[in-house]
């Protein structure tokens, strides 16, 4: 089976087209240009008619096999695009997707395509069988770099001129989010602001679409980036993500460091690898440690307990502002002005 990546596949769809492409993945704007260009090759090859369907709970998989098998010598070849809706498979859903192999022909292009992740769904055994006859297309969500490269590129197809420090304003606002990326920088291409455009052109134009997970917040926390961090949090608080999900991932954190400190410094790599740190992430871990001692790490875990109480409790009247307070202690050490713990007490 042939493994091509998003930015691979424009190559690949000006030769021959594969009888099969198995595209997933969780990051929405790589895979809708995935399934675009697709569909504008196979036109372009001649497969004129195209069929969508959506597998969810009640969909009728004979309806699939009739697709595959309706044959003419006067019919249009196909596109036909199975979304695989649900998460977990049926075992008939199962059972139907092991018999493709047998049902492709040469009149047909098969897409297949989901949310879930490539890395899961490549396990399954229906995915394997086509591995002779597909090509797979997985799509990840792009790091810190590789985003700054796609900004860059796009804005360089749209024939905009943008400064370094508004590449890194538009990715700040953006972060997590190439859709909105992608519509900012087509607002932008038609906005006939005067180029190049700097970051103070360009704020007064943006809004934030910012998208992140609580693990992009520990990674700016444990780098002691005091002001991503708490954007990425008030992100995080604007998307309805659980105060206590943030707190216990916090607390985490704090023992996982507390239990570095403690070991002994020759047998550091053995603390990291008994605790899950893979070697790209130890440098986060090292840079945490050298800035946050022993002692305070014990004053943020009591900080920590306390926001517990008070959440629970129904005591904490903005949460938001309470976790705040956590991250910046956390970045690095701080007068201790403000204590939860005091909240606690006067209650």
């Given at each position: 089976?042939?493994?091509?990546?998003?930015n691979?596949?424009?190559?690949?769809?000006?030769?021959?087209?594969?009888?099969?492409?198995?595209?997933f993945?969780?990051?929405p704007?790589?895979?809708?240009?995935?399934?675009?260009?697709?569909?504008?090759?196979?036109?372009?090859?001649g497969?004129?008619?195209?069929?969508?369907?959506a597998?969810?709970?009640?969909?009728?998989?004979?309806?699939?096999?009739?697709?595959?098998?309706?044959?003419?010598?006067?019919a249009?070849?196909?596109?036909?695009?199975?979304?695989?809706?649900?998460?977990?498979?049926s075992?008939?859903?199962?059972?139907q997707?092991k018999?493709?192999p047998?049902?492709?022909?040469?009149?047909i292009?098969?897409?297949?395509?989901?949310?879930?992740?490539?890395?899961?769904?490549s396990?399954?055994?229906?995915?394997?069988?086509?591995?002779?006859?597909?090509?797979?297309?997985?799509i990840?969500?792009?790091?810190?770099?590789?985003?700054?490269?796609?900004?860059?590129?796009?804005?360089?197809?749209?024939?905009?001129?943008?400064?370094?420090?508004?590449?890194?304003l538009?990715?700040?606002?953006?972060?997590?989010n190439?859709?909105?990326?992608?519509?900012?920088?087509?607002?932008?291409?038609?906005?006939?602001?005067?180029?190049?455009?700097?970051?103070?052109?360009?704020?007064?134009?943006?809004?934030?679409?910012?998208s992140?997970?609580?693990?992009?917040?520990?990674?700016?926390?444990?780098?002691?980036?005091?002001?991503?961090?708490?954007?990425?949090?008030q992100?995080?608080?604007?998307?309805?993500?659980?105060?206590?999900?943030?707190?216990?991932?916090?607390?985490k954190?704090?023992?996982q460091?507390?239990?570095?400190?403690?070991?002994?410094?020759?047998?550091l790599?053995?603390?990291?690898?008994?605790?899950?740190?893979?070697?790209?992430?130890?440098?986060?871990?090292?840079?945490?440690?050298?800035?946050?001692s022993?002692?305070?790490?014990?004053?943020?875990?009591?900080?920590?307990?306390?926001?517990?109480?008070?959440?629970k409790?129904g005591?904490?009247?903005?949460?938001?502002?309470?976790l705040?307070?956590?991250?910046?202690?956390?970045?690095?050490?701080v007068?201790?002005?403000f204590?939860?713990?005091?909240?606690?007490?006067?209650?």
């Amino acid at each position: 089976m042939q493994k091509l990546y998003a930015n691979q596949l424009e190559p690949h769809l000006a030769g021959q087209l594969a009888p099969c492409y198995l595209l997933f993945g969780e990051e929405p704007l790589q895979k809708l240009e995935a399934i675009d260009a697709i569909r504008a090759a196979a036109k372009q090859q001649g497969y004129i008619e195209r069929i969508s369907l959506a597998a969810d709970a009640q969909f009728d998989w004979n309806e699939l096999s009739n697709e595959l098998q309706a044959m003419s010598l006067f019919a249009e070849r196909r596109l036909i695009e199975l979304e695989l809706v649900q998460q977990k498979l049926s075992a008939v859903a199962n059972e139907q997707l092991k018999n493709l192999p047998q049902q492709l022909h040469s009149d047909i292009i098969l897409l297949i395509h989901g949310e879930r992740s490539h890395s899961d769904v490549s396990k399954l055994a229906w995915f394997k069988q086509l591995q002779t006859q597909a090509v797979q297309i997985p799509i990840y969500a792009l790091d810190e770099r590789q985003s700054q490269q796609w900004l860059s590129q796009r804005a360089r197809q749209l024939q905009l001129q943008l400064s370094s420090d508004a590449l890194a304003l538009l990715q700040h606002h953006c972060a997590g989010n190439l859709l909105a990326a992608r519509q900012e920088l087509e607002k932008l291409a038609l906005s006939n602001l005067p180029q190049p455009l700097d970051a103070n052109a360009l704020s007064s134009f943006l809004a934030d679409h910012s998208s992140f997970t609580v693990f992009q917040l520990i990674d700016a926390i444990l780098q002691g980036q005091a002001d991503e961090a708490l954007h990425r949090l008030q992100r995080l608080c604007q998307q309805d993500t659980e105060p206590v999900i943030i707190a216990w991932q916090l607390q985490k954190e704090v023992l996982q460091l507390r239990q570095l400190q403690q070991a002994p410094q020759h047998n550091l790599n053995d603390s990291f690898k008994s605790l899950a740190i893979w070697p790209k992430r130890q440098p986060l871990y090292q840079s945490a440690l050298k800035r946050l001692s022993a002692n305070w790490l014990d004053y943020l875990l009591q900080e920590l307990a306390a926001f517990d109480r008070l959440y629970k409790s129904g005591q904490l009247t903005n949460s938001e502002v309470a976790l705040a307070h956590l991250v910046t202690l956390f970045v690095k050490p701080v007068p201790k002005a403000f204590s939860l713990q005091q909240h606690a007490s006067y209650d």
